[in-house]
């Protein structure tokens, strides 16, 4: 006998793949039944099938053109609907900056092994563990890194961040992430993003026994495309590889609980039907998938090794330019060529922080103990670089063409400085022996020139 979300997730198995429209920050429209979409205005004085029109907006209405972002949605009822008097429920492992520091550990290079499997029931948003956050959400500014690990679906739970969009990173196992817009399927290798204020859940698609991977959740200005610069037209996160759902709707009149995130504090309303009710919408304030295994990567075809700045696939901006509120980077696969050059990542400290995590495969720079699903934390100017077997490696390998293949990190990296959870703190997979890894690089000067 199947439970209830059981039956639902082999009735979601059964349907159809999402259908999706291609760009990045398009101006789209899409109905999910003919004339639902009104033409040439946004608010007749009735709608088609008795719909409700509604704005969303994701930028304040004076916005310039190019940053302005908002959607209409025709929708079973008016979002008041999926609202009403909220009560006060408590995610104690989801953070918000600024967070009180409950934890005694000192400064320090960390490194954790992935987030153990849940050892009871949970959906999505139970499962979120907050690592760190930076920044302060009340202003706007900054981000949180969490991971997630569940196992059951949200059937009847709902949920929106009025604290910033999610920038969601499965590591194992795909996800469907149904939004009030659209359901997106996202495996591993694909990364998808709820725009703030809307309404989603998520269910699990495959079989696993763990659903796992990161977020970030940026509380900033929204998440953008890098502009290229001299690399000029083409190349990096090319804008038709983004994906936005087409619309999709829950016709459903049953008790659903709607779930809110609103200034670091949790609220739930019970209401008596879905609110992923929208059933046609045109607008550019939507959500994405995008597969990292599109990113065309450019990088040193000569000699010495560029900023991983050339990796990043998306940028959120602070205001003051080329200084980042959170860029979302990837390390693909790639081809590495440069001549008399030390291969990997330099020994660096950077004024940025940077929160890595790994999908598939192995980290250049850490050949071992960075494992898929595990996270590492490389704080404002905290010293840190390949590991002491990898500078061995890379100082002493014949430099012929070499690919890395089967390799996908990422790095959160922000401007200001991440704190860490108590969560992360005592988290069982956190590695002791982490700054080990660096103890084999003794001095080797003697005073004397030549190439030691
Ligand atoms: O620290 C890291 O592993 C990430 C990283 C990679 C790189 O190629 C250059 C700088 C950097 O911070
Ligand atoms: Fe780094």
């Given at each position: 006998?199947?439970?209830?979300?059981e039956k639902?997730?082999?009735?979601?198995?059964?349907?159809?793949?999402?259908?999706?429209?291609?760009?990045?920050?398009?101006?789209?429209?899409?109905?999910?039944?003919?004339?639902?979409?009104?033409?040439?205005?946004?608010?007749?004085?009735?709608?088609?099938?008795?719909?409700?029109?509604?704005?969303?907006?994701?930028?304040?209405?004076?916005?310039?053109?190019?940053?302005?972002?908002?959607?209409?949605?025709?929708?079973?009822?008016?979002?008041?609907?999926?609202?009403?008097?909220?009560?006060?429920?408590?995610?104690?492992?989801?953070?918000?900056?600024?967070?009180?520091?409950?934890?005694?550990?000192?400064?320090?290079?960390?490194?954790?092994g992935p987030l153990p499997a849940p050892s009871e029931e949970l959906n999505f948003l139970e499962g979120i563990r907050t690592m760190t956050t930076a920044g302060d959400a009340l202003t706007q500014a900054g981000m949180a890194a969490h991971a997630y690990a569940f196992n059951v679906d949200m059937v009847d739970d709902y949920f929106f961040n009025a604290d910033g969009e999610l920038l969601i990173v499965p590591e194992t196992g795909a996800i469907r992430v149904f939004t009030e817009l659209g359901k997106m399927d996202v495996a591993p290798s694909e990364i998808c993003l709820v725009p703030r204020g809307m309404m989603f859940k998520v269910i699990r698609l495959g079989e696993e026994t763990v659903w796992r991977g990161y977020i970030c959740e940026n509380y900033g200005a929204k998440f953008t495309l890098p502009d290229r610069g001299p690399i000029g037209a083409n190349c990096l996160a090319n804008p038709r590889d983004f994906k936005t759902p087409v619309a999709a709707y829950e016709d459903k009149e049953t008790p659903c609980r709607v779930q809110v995130k609103w200034c670091g504090s949790f609220h739930m309303v019970e209401i008596g039907h879905s609110p992923l009710d929208v059933v046609a919408w045109h607008g550019n304030y939507a959500p994405y998938k995008y597969d990292l295994k599109t990113y065309s990567p450019v990088g040193a075809i000569l000699f010495d090794h560029p900023d991983p700045s050339i990796f990043t696939v998306l940028t959120a901006p602070s205001g003051e330019e080329g200084t980042a509120n959170v860029d979302f980077v990837i390390f693909p696969p790639r081809w590495l060529v440069a001549e008399h050059t030390f291969r990997p990542p330099w020994y660096h400290r950077n004024i940025m922080s940077e929160f890595m995590g790994l999908i598939y495969g192995r980290y250049d720079a850490k050949e071992e103990g960075f494992v898929p699903g595990g996270m590492s934390l490389h704080n404002m100017m905290l010293a840190h670089g390949p590991d002491f077997s990898g500078f061995e490696k890379a100082s002493n390998g014949e430099l012929k063409p070499v690919k890395l293949d089967n390799t996908m990190a990422f790095m959160f990296e922000t401007r200001f400085p991440q704190q860490l959870t108590r969560f992360a703190a005592e988290l069982e997979t956190l590695q002791d022996d982490y700054i080990d890894c660096w103890s084999g690089l003794d001095r080797k000067f003697d005073g004397t020139p030549g190439i030691k």
């Open positions: 006998m199947l439970d209830h979300s639902r997730r082999a009735m979601d198995a059964g349907q159809q793949a999402p259908a999706y429209m291609p760009g990045f920050g398009n101006d789209f429209e899409t109905e999910s039944l003919p004339g639902a979409l009104p033409q040439g205005q946004n608010s007749p004085q009735k709608c088609e099938y008795g719909l409700y029109a509604e704005q969303l907006s994701g930028s304040p209405f004076t916005a310039p053109r190019g940053t302005n972002e908002r959607s209409w949605l025709y929708r079973i009822r008016p979002s008041v609907r999926h609202t009403g008097r909220f009560k006060k429920i408590d995610y104690p492992c989801w953070k918000t900056a600024p967070h009180v520091v409950e934890h005694s550990m000192a400064l320090g290079q960390l490194r954790w």
